[in-house]
């Protein structure tokens, strides 16, 4: 059975950090693409930074240059540093796994308030 668990969300001022990280059990990590997604109050879900088997990466516009998604297929865990916060970053984030289908974690609490 294929579980994702998120773990490092918590209260943080603008500007601070949080890295958070994603347990993955079940399967092994490294074929496949990963993924870290948000949804904000009264918002959709959208994508934050994915990382394929290659090792590209992509990110929203809204993060360039202050989140980085990294994985370590040894540890089979997925992460997302998060710099230089802002109060719109407040989000419950989620980690995401794509095989033949997909898999979500049940989502980690991440809220940028002075």
């Known amino acids: 059975q294929v579980q994702l668990v998120e773990s490092g969300g918590g209260l943080v001022q603008p500007g601070g950090s949080l890295r958070l990280s994603c347990a993955v059990s079940?399967?092994?990590?490294?074929?496949?693409?990963v993924a870290w997604y948000r949804q904000a109050p009264g918002k959709q879900r959208e994508l934050v930074a994915s990382?394929?088997?290659?090792?590209?990466?992509n990110y929203a516009d809204s993060v360039k240059g202050r989140f980085t998604i990294s994985r370590d297929n040894a540890k089979n865990t997925v992460y997302l540093q998060m710099n230089s916060l802002k109060t719109e970053d407040t989000a419950v984030y989620y980690c995401?796994?794509?095989?033949?289908?997909?898999?979500w974690g049940q989502g980690t609490q991440v809220t940028v308030s002075s």
């Open positions: 995401y796994l794509l095989t033949v289908r997909a898999y």
């Open positions: 079940g399967l092994r990590l490294s074929p496949y693409l």
């Open positions: 990382s394929s088997s290659g090792g590209s990466t």
